[in-house]
Structure formats: structure tokens, C-alpha cells
């Protein structure tokens, strides 16, 4: 392995005398993380997407309701997934939001995508974007915002 030879097999066998460990997650689980979490970040890091260098860490993502549309039959479900995105000023709302909303519909259609791989099912993803003066600054608002 010095020489850089056959170190697939010195891995293979290493592995191979390895202990089983506990399962971290239930089968067929990928995280310990709920639902809202993932999606939040998924939301969040497609909010992020170009325009990082403007709103680095000024974004809190946080999902108020994950409920399925109770009017929908069993064959064709829907999720109804209300979130809210926090900025720290408004300036940072007009950036989230884009030019008549075409931002914020980007967001949106690609967090979707994401989100409904995730889950197994379609999802009617409404999103508002909101401002929380200097929430980064106020102990309360962070404890809000699930930080």
C-alpha cells in the first residue's frame, strides 16, 4: 500500500474484518432528520442559488405545515407544503422575490422537483417571503426560526 499497489484489496480486506455496527436510521430512512427539515433546506439552498455573495447567511427557511389535500383521491394525492422564507431587510425580500415574482418561481419550481422526490407525492409548495429585522441579532427570533 506504500507503493500505492493493490490498495483495493487491503481496503476490501479491512472492511471485510469490520464489526457490524448499529443501524443509525430506521430501513429505508436516508437521515434522522424530519421531513420539515429536509424540505427546509432544500428550499433554502435553491434560494441561495446565485446569490449567495449577497445573502450568504441573512436566510432562515421555515416550514409552518405539511398537510395532505383532504379533497384529493387516495390514487392522486397531494401535499400542501406553507413556508416561510425570513430575510433581515427588505432589500433582501426584493432579492428572494426577483423582478414580478420570477425569483421566488424558480425557487419554487426547483425546490419542488426536489421536495416531491423526497416525499413520493406531488406537493403544492406556497411559499412567502418575509422580513425579520436583524433576526440573526435577537435570541427570540432565532429560538423562532428553529435556530
Known amino acids: 500500500a506504500v507503493k500505492n499497489q493493490q490498495v483495493d ?14 443501524t443509525m436510521y430506521p430501513e429505508g430512512h436516508l437521515t434522522d432528520e424530519p421531513e420539515e427539515i429536509l424540505v427546509a ?3 433554502r439552498e435553491a ?12 436566510l432562515a427557511v421555515v ?13 392522486r394525492p397531494l401535499i400542501d407544503v406553507r413556508v416561510n422564507v425570513f430575510v433581515e431587510r427588505d432589500s433582501q425580500k426584493g432579492i428572494i422575490i426577483g ?4 425569483r421566488l418561481k424558480e425557487i419554487g419550481q426547483s425546490s419542488r422537483v426536489q421536495i ?7 406537493v403544492y ?7 425579520a ?15
Do not use: C, N, Y
Open 9 to 22: 484489496l487491503l481496503a476490501d480486506l479491512l472492511v471485510a474484518t469490520l464489526p457490524e455496527g448499529p
Open 41 to 43: 433546506e432544500i428550499i
Open 47 to 58: 434560494a441561495l442559488e446565485g446569490v449567495r455573495d449577497e445573502l450568504p447567511h441573512s
Open 63 to 75: 416550514v409552518d405545515e405539511m398537510v395532505p389535500r383532504e379533497d384529493r383521491p387516495a390514487d
Open 99 to 102: 423582478k414580478k415574482g420570477s
Open 116 to 122: 416531491e422526490k423526497i416525499l413520493g407525492t406531488p
Open 125 to 131: 409548495l406556497d411559499l412567502h417571503v418575509k422580513v
Open 133 to 147: 429585522k436583524d433576526w440573526q441579532r435577537d435570541p427570540k427570533q432565532l429560538r423562532k426560526l428553529g435556530f
